[in-house]
């Protein structure tokens, strides 16, 4: 049976770029359903499925109401929405198995509105003016692909009729592509790794593996942590290991890598068990050396490089202090089993005793607001190794399991 692709955009503004990509995915033998996100108009080019009053109508709004306000921005907003209202509701009623849409800033906003509500490995492509630099908002903590354009998203021409046809590819491509069967029986456990952490947590994986786990490990990297809270939310997961906790620290000192407010939330939301390590904590990432804040540069600092794109800050005890306290509140609202295990020879490889940011006292900083402000019922461990000793690892392991368990 065929396949349908969900064609997405402004066709107000980008009729004849859309036109063309609905006559390659046709001329590949794909059904078409176009959903119109332009607030200004139609095309005549191609037939409409669901027009603009209709994305409108999903988000609580009218076309006429946009249009007469005339505030662009807001309308945006407002279509965003919808698409995403729209999106959601189609594909549960399968009646599409991917999606594709182009724009630049504003437009992909829209588009990707309506690709990131979808889950990971629907197929997912937006040919995007700025597919380059911070890309989060629209991508999120989903599996969209971005495509750049090369030339704006404007006109077919010798460019972008290249851009447009290998973006389309790429996405008959995935809808070809059969993913091999997975172990679906398995209990999964989704485990946050840093390179500081890597040694641990490949450690608590091969020990999870032996005992029947399957493990889905993440990047602390911001996104890492949003999409790992994403599948929690989503009831895939039976447990999570959250070694690497580093987040937190640029959430608070404004890092690169923040996941926002809301990390180490899913877990106990969901009621799952959730084993906090506080991995990393002890750094803040920025990028190259000149994008650090000048408040930090002005205030002797301790820095490393970790490489040339990536810049790191040892926290300090006022930090710790704030830290070990929002760790502490995260772990009280939990409705489900959680616990704490402190490493107190480091939290990190850079953190260990003779390197750079061994510093005891901000480690007990830390590790002292956590015991003092979590409820009676939280299990707080303490154990003397780093986060990367292999006794460490099988401690770990172990409380995971026994929460599992009960």
Request: proline residues 4%; glycine residues 10%; hydrophobic residues 45%.
């Given at each position: 049976m065929a396949r349908t692709v969900l064609l997405i955009g402004a066709f107000d503004s980008k009729g004849p770029e859309y036109a063309f990509v609905r006559d390659i995915l046709l001329d590949h033998g794909l059904h078409v359903l176009t959903v119109n996100t332009g607030v200004l108009g139609t095309t005549d080019l191609f037939p409409v499925d669901v027009e603009a009053a209709e994305v409108a109508e999903a988000a609580g709004s009218s076309l006429p109401d946009l249009r007469t306000s005339g505030d662009r921005g807001e309308a945006m907003i407002v279509m965003a929405r919808g698409a995403e209202h729209l999106s959601r509701a189609m594909y549960a009623e399968g009646q599409f198995d991917a999606v594709f849409?182009?724009?630049?800033?504003?437009?992909?906003?829209?588009?990707t509105a309506a690709m990131r509500c979808l889950s990971l490995g629907v197929p997912k492509v937006c040919v995007c003016t700025v597919a380059s630099g911070d890309t989060s908002m629209y991508v999120g903590a989903s599996d969209v692909v971005l495509f750049p354009s090369a030339t704006d998203v404007s006109g077919i021409n010798r460019i972008s009729?290249?851009?447009?046809?290998?973006?389309?590819?790429a996405?008959?491509?995935?809808?070809?592509?059969?993913?091999?069967?997975?172990?679906d029986d398995k209990p999964i456990v989704v485990a946050s790794?840093?390179?500081?952490?890597?040694?641990?947590?490949?450690?608590?994986?091969?020990?999870?593996?032996?005992?029947?786990?399957?493990?889905?490990v993440f990047h602390a990297v911001g996104t890492g942590g949003?999409?790992?809270?994403?599948?929690?939310?989503?009831?895939?997961v039976d447990a999570c290991l959250d070694i690497t906790t580093t987040e937190w620290a640029d959430e608070l000192c404004g890092g690169v890598f923040s996941a926002g407010p809301t990390?180490?939330?899913?877990?106990?939301?969901?009621?799952?068990?959730?084993?906090?390590?506080?991995?990393?904590?002890d750094m803040v990432n920025f990028n190259a050396p000149d994008t650090v804040p000048e408040q930090y540069l002005n205030d002797n600092r301790l820095f490393y490089h970790w490489n040339p794109s990536v810049t790191l800050m040892r926290t300090n005890v006022?930090?710790?202090q704030q830290l070990g306290k929002?760790?502490?509140?995260?772990a009280n609202q939990a409705t489900g089993p959680v616990a704490f295990l402190l490493p107190l020879l480091g939290v990190s490889i850079l953190g260990g005793e003779g390197e750079l940011f061994f510093d005891p006292q901000a480690d007990n900083a830390l590790f002292d607001a956590i015991k003092n402000n979590v409820h009676s019922d939280v299990a707080v461990y303490e154990i003397e190794a780093n986060i990367n000793d292999p006794v460490f690892s099988e401690k770990a392991v172990e409380i995971l399991l026994e929460m599992k368990r009960q």
């Amino acid at each position: 049976m065929a396949r349908t692709v969900l064609l997405i955009g402004a066709f107000d503004s980008k009729g004849p770029e859309y036109a063309f990509v609905r006559d390659i995915l046709l001329d590949h033998g794909l059904h078409v359903l176009t959903v119109n996100t332009g607030v200004l108009g139609t095309t005549d080019l191609f037939p409409v499925d669901v027009e603009a009053a209709e994305v409108a109508e999903a988000a609580g709004s009218s076309l006429p109401d946009l249009r007469t306000s005339g505030d662009r921005g807001e309308a945006m907003i407002v279509m965003a929405r919808g698409a995403e209202h729209l999106s959601r509701a189609m594909y549960a009623e399968g009646q599409f198995d991917a999606v594709f849409g182009m724009g630049g800033s504003g437009g992909s906003t829209m588009v990707t509105a309506a690709m990131r509500c979808l889950s990971l490995g629907v197929p997912k492509v937006c040919v995007c003016t700025v597919a380059s630099g911070d890309t989060s908002m629209y991508v999120g903590a989903s599996d969209v692909v971005l495509f750049p354009s090369a030339t704006d998203v404007s006109g077919i021409n010798r460019i972008s009729r290249v851009t447009y046809t290998r973006a389309v590819g790429a996405l008959i491509g995935m809808l070809q592509t059969e993913v091999s069967a997975a172990n679906d029986d398995k209990p999964i456990v989704v485990a946050s790794m840093f390179g500081n952490t890597t040694q641990c947590v490949d450690a608590c994986r091969q020990l999870l593996e032996t005992e029947g786990f399957e493990v889905l490990v993440f990047h602390a990297v911001g996104t890492g942590g949003q999409t790992m809270e994403s599948l929690i939310d989503q009831g895939l997961v039976d447990a999570c290991l959250d070694i690497t906790t580093t987040e937190w620290a640029d959430e608070l000192c404004g890092g690169v890598f923040s996941a926002g407010p809301t990390r180490l939330e899913a877990a106990g939301r969901v009621g799952i068990p959730h084993l906090i390590v506080p991995g990393c904590v002890d750094m803040v990432n920025f990028n190259a050396p000149d994008t650090v804040p000048e408040q930090y540069l002005n205030d002797n600092r301790l820095f490393y490089h970790w490489n040339p794109s990536v810049t790191l800050m040892r926290t300090n005890v006022e930090e710790n202090q704030q830290l070990g306290k929002i760790f502490a509140e995260k772990a009280n609202q939990a409705t489900g089993p959680v616990a704490f295990l402190l490493p107190l020879l480091g939290v990190s490889i850079l953190g260990g005793e003779g390197e750079l940011f061994f510093d005891p006292q901000a480690d007990n900083a830390l590790f002292d607001a956590i015991k003092n402000n979590v409820h009676s019922d939280v299990a707080v461990y303490e154990i003397e190794a780093n986060i990367n000793d292999p006794v460490f690892s099988e401690k770990a392991v172990e409380i995971l399991l026994e929460m599992k368990r009960q």
